[in-house]
């Protein structure tokens, strides 16, 4: 590698912290590069030029750009796959399995997640719908539990950390962000507690500190 990984995030965003993730889990020289989504930085041509899509996160490694998280993680491994820890099993169907569950993160808690999010944080002159909460928080509340029943060892996919991982911690780590920013809804709580002890595990990752969203640490 002649230059480092140019990484674009977002603070927050979920999707940016499972390539920050798997970028220190590769081991990889990188420049983080954090984009504000209220003052124009992905609608430059700079970055336009980098995703045309003007989302985050988005990688150009020595000229070449890539975006779209999954996309990226798949690119990593087989681009860089000597550095660092793999980020998928090297068994053919124990790696079948970390990526499908960490497909199954994206397509069932993505929608759920979005739909107590836009209620809680709506627009100021609308109350949220508490009905509608509390229905997504049952839904959040079974496929928690789903996902809970994938861990009968360390990580989510097996013994190891995988992108399975990636994927899901920062979205639960987000249920904590709400609670902190919106008391009373109590998201955290449902995390049931093989999850809970799953999080501390990711928590206490050597690289997890620098991967926190800069303007949670405020």
């Known amino acids: 590698m002649s230059n480092p990984i140019s990484f674009y995030f977002g603070s927050g965003s979920p999707y ?8 220190e889990h590769k081991k990889l020289p990188y420049e983080a590069k954090r984009m504000a989504f209220d003052n124009g930085d992905l609608k430059t041509p700079a970055f336009t030029a980098v995703n045309p899509r003007q989302k985050v996160p988005a990688l150009m490694d020595n000229g070449f ?5 999954s996309a990226i993680l798949e690119y990593l491994e087989d681009r ?8 998928w099993p090297k068994d053919v169907q124990a790696r079948a399995i970390a990526r499908r569950r960490a497909a199954e993160i994206v397509a069932e808690l993505d929608p759920v997640n ?3 999010l836009a209620e809680i944080f709506g627009p100021a002159d609308k109350v949220p719908n508490v009905e509608t909460i509390e229905v997504g928080k049952k839904a959040l509340a ?9 861990l009968d060892k360390d990580f989510v996919a097996g013994d190891k950390l995988s992108g399975a991982d990636f994927t899901l911690y920062p979205y639960l780590a987000f249920l904590g962000r709400v609670d902190t920013r919106k008391p009373g ?9 093989k999850l809970t002890a799953w999080m501390r595990r990711i ?7 620098k991967t926190y969203p800069p303007h949670w640490k405020t």
Do not use: N, Q
């Open 80 to 87: 860089y796959a000597d550095s660092g820890e793999p980020i």
């Open 16 to 23: 940016a912290w499972k390539v920050w993730l798997a970028l």
């Open 114 to 116: 979005d739909k107590i």
């Open 65 to 69: 750009a890539m975006y779209e998280s």
């Open 185 to 193: 809804y109590h998201l955290l709580k449902l995390v049931p507690p």
């Open 203 to 209: 928590e206490a990752l050597p690289y997890f500190e």
């Open 142 to 150: 079974a496929e928690l539990m789903i996902i809970e029943g994938w």
